[in-house]
């Protein structure tokens, strides 16, 4: 059973706006945390990157230097819903993008994020000009 689906993922222009979502399942600990991480086209899994990071509370909210200023997260908890507004898309902004959840937070495993946990299936991302 999925415990975190992505969705909201297109083909945007340059300099473009985006929502992504991640709905977290009930049996995701309200303890965890939840990142948004990202693979560009042709790089491994383990070189996956970190953008952002959010405790399952709403109160903690962590960015990668990479986004800080284009993105936001944001927790609708009504929802069970994960949000990533990402503004100003560039080129080097393609990739998969996914949710991930794990018990520890940090900008650690934002720069290795191959440590996470539990992950979702990812939702694609195209910026083009």
């Known amino acids: 059973q999925l415990q975190l689906v992505e969705s909201g993922g297109g083909a945007v222009e340059t300099g473009g706006s985006l929502t992504l979502s991640c709905v977290v399942s009930?049996?995701?600990?309200?303890?965890?945390?939840v990142y948004w991480v990202r693979q560009a086209p042709g790089k491994e899994r383990k070189e996956r990157e970190g953008v952002a990071f959010m405790h399952l509370d709403g109160t903690t909210s962590r960015y990668a230097e990479s986004v800080e200023g284009r993105v936001t997260i944001s927790l609708d908890k009504s929802k069970n819903t994960l949000y990533l507004h990402m503004n100003n898309l560039k080129a080097d902004d393609t990739g998969t993008y996914y949710c991930?959840?794990?018990?520890?937070?940090?900008?650690?495993?934002?720069?290795?994020?191959?440590?996470?946990?539990?992950w979702g299936q990812g939702t694609l991302v195209t910026v083009s000009s």
């Open positions: 009930e049996y995701i600990p309200r303890t965890y945390w």
């Open positions: 991930a959840a794990d018990p520890r937070g940090g900008y650690g495993l934002l720069s290795a994020p191959e440590f996470l946990e539990r």
